[in-house]
């Protein structure tokens, strides 16, 4: 059941004069959730890039290892082993092809056939009804959250076995950041593993079953969720913690207003 | 359209293209039908134009000379295109090494004045239209590889371009899908403000009687023809160059307007992603 997909070694990357990960050593199992909690900066997205082999031209993996089930990288795995929800839907889309011509591309470049139902069924799964309008119509035409789940849409019909999700509930209110949290957790039963970085503590602990937690592009913190209130946390998770609570207890009482979508 | 001037300006162009397609029916004397009986006739019913020094009928000779000037401007822009888009999108695209020995052989091409360097290759590779327009590519294709290399790096950079890769994408179908489109748009509309310099250069060279040669009917040669009659039939000279002066004038005016359309949508583009953005 746990089969070990892929285990990051002592991983550091950097630019010259700048270091942006130290050490970073985990490992993500299949059938298991990870989410990647931290500030802005800390190197969460950093981390997931490396793991896709695509880090930026002037970023160097310094040292460490990633094996991707007991193999080095190879190309061919972006798509078919491994795939990305990527952060800012609305960019990440050619806005000269349809959703559908994009779709399709993708799919045939990963030798998957591209069949109309199919992909209308996908798209239904996560919640786009009117699937046929929207692999007509252009990226500009739809709204961020519809893009979101297009992308996650993408990623599961490539069923690959291991999907990083890039912040996929930044761009939805609350009532589709649950949806998204639902699919994802579907994701779970079809042993499939996720790792998924997000800014939102409730977010991680509502689906997620291991937190790790970076800071200065360390892994300062890495645990089981329901050991998310041990005392012997380190003391970002606290102050983390304990902002959340904070926002969460006042919720019913005053209006957050942009706060909302931090927590 | 709204546009009036475009629409005088694409008129123009039809007239231009239609003549050169129907050239047989639209002429009405063989072009190189020689009838030294009747050279120099004066314009009037029987011939448009009047007659050249070999009494060969000027409208039709004009007529056929579009034909000549179209051919060899497509097929060095065609010749042009083909290899900076590949060599561009190489440099762009693999970056390093390839780049860099890449864009330094452009500089080579792009530190000689082109007429130089275009005299240069007919020196070597000999006289005729095929080597003037091999010439006049050579000449100009590194320009354009430039562009298409500065493109292809802003291009790769964007969100989208990353996602298909993150996606499993390959290589080739990225270049040709998601960055060939971007760079196309814009290429094209360079190469139409291209065009009309691209053709004084194939009429200079073969004025100079380097391309075409004598007695095919082009506007260069036919310049070069009438050259010697300059002073008892300057009108002779006057036809060709008209023609050229307006082909080249309607080109260029083309790839203005489409450049200022582009340079619109590009705004509005932008405007649109900064919208985005701030959502």
């Not at chain 1, 190879?74 to 798509?79: A, I, Q």
């Not at chain 2, 063989?30 to 009928?57: E, S, V």
Request: aromatic share 8%; glycine share 6%.
């Amino acid at each position: 059941m746990c089969e070990k997909l892929i285990s990051i070694n002592n991983l550091s990357a950097g630019t010259e004069n700048h270091q942006i990960l130290h050490n970073i050593s985990f490992d993500i199992k299949s059938g298991e959730i990870i989410c990647l909690l931290g500030q802005s900066g800390s190197g969460k997205t950093m981390t997931a890039l490396s793991i896709l082999n695509m880090l930026p031209l002037n970023v160097i993996q310094t040292s460490g290892t990633i094996l991707y089930n007991h193999t080095p990288f190879d190309e061919s795995m972006r798509g078919s082993f491994i795939s990305m929800i990527m952060q800012a839907p609305a960019s990440c889309f050619d806005s000269v092809f349809t959703i559908g011509a994009q779709f399709k591309d993708i799919l045939t470049s990963n030798n998957k056939e591209y069949s109309e139902n199919k992909v209308c069924s996908i798209l239904e799964k996560v919640e786009l009804n009117n699937p046929k309008d929207i692999l007509n119509s252009y990226p500009f035409q739809l709204s961020g959250g519809m893009l979101q789940r297009v992308m996650i849409a993408i990623a599961l019909s490539l069923d690959s076995k291991v999907i990083i999700a890039d912040e996929p509930t930044s761009d939805l209110d609350t009532a589709g950041q649950k949806e998204i949290i639902e699919l994802i957790l579907n994701l779970k039963k079809e042993n499939k593993a996720v790792l998924m970085i997000t800014h939102n503590l409730a977010v991680a602990k509502s689906c997620a079953d291991k937190i790790a937690v970076m800071s200065n592009g360390r892994l300062v913190d890495f645990f089981d969720t329901h050991e998310l209130s041990d005392k012997n946390r380190h003391e970002y998770t606290k102050k983390l913690i304990y902002a959340n609570s904070m926002l969460c207890s006042s919720k019913w009482n005053i209006d957050l207003g942009e706060y909302n979508a931090e927590m | 359209m709204k546009d009036k001037e475009l629409i005088i300006l694409f008129s123009l162009l039809a007239i231009i293209i239609l003549s050169a397609l129907f050239a047989p029916i639209i002429a009405p004397y063989n072009p190189y039908d020689a009838d030294l009986t009747n050279k120099f006739a004066p314009a009037g019913i029987q011939h448009i134009l009047g007659t050249d020094h070999l009494g060969r009928d000027v409208f039709s000779r004009i007529i056929y000379g579009t034909r000549m000037s179209l051919i060899s401007v497509l097929a060095t822009i065609l010749i042009v295109l083909i290899l900076s888009l590949i060599v561009g999108s190489i440099a762009g695209f693999r970056g390093g090494l390839f780049d860099s020995i890449l864009m330094r052989i452009c500089d080579v091409f792009l530190t000689f004045p082109t007429f130089i360097l275009a005299l240069f290759f007919i020196g070597v590779l000999g006289v005729g239209l095929i080597n003037v327009i091999i010439a006049i590519a050579l000449t100009h294709w590194a320009w354009y590889a430039r562009i298409v290399r500065s493109i292809v790096l802003e291009t790769k950079q964007k969100n989208y371009v990353t996602a298909a890769k993150c996606l499993g994408s390959s290589r080739f179908k990225i270049v040709l899908k998601h960055i060939m489109p971007k760079v196309l748009s814009q290429v094209i509309i360079l190469a139409t403000l291209d065009l009309g310099h691209m053709m004084l250069h194939v009429a200079g060279l073969s004025f100079l009687g380097l391309g075409v040669q004598a007695p095919t009917a082009e506007w260069g040669v036919m310049i070069n023809d009438a050259a010697p009659y300059i002073r008892e039939h300057p009108e002779l000279m006057l036809y060709p160059g008209i023609c050229i002066f307006i082909t080249v004038a309607v080109f260029n005016s083309i790839g203005e307007k489409l450049k200022d359309k582009y340079e619109k949508t590009q705004d509005f583009n932008s405007n649109e992603s900064e919208i985005c953005v701030k959502n």
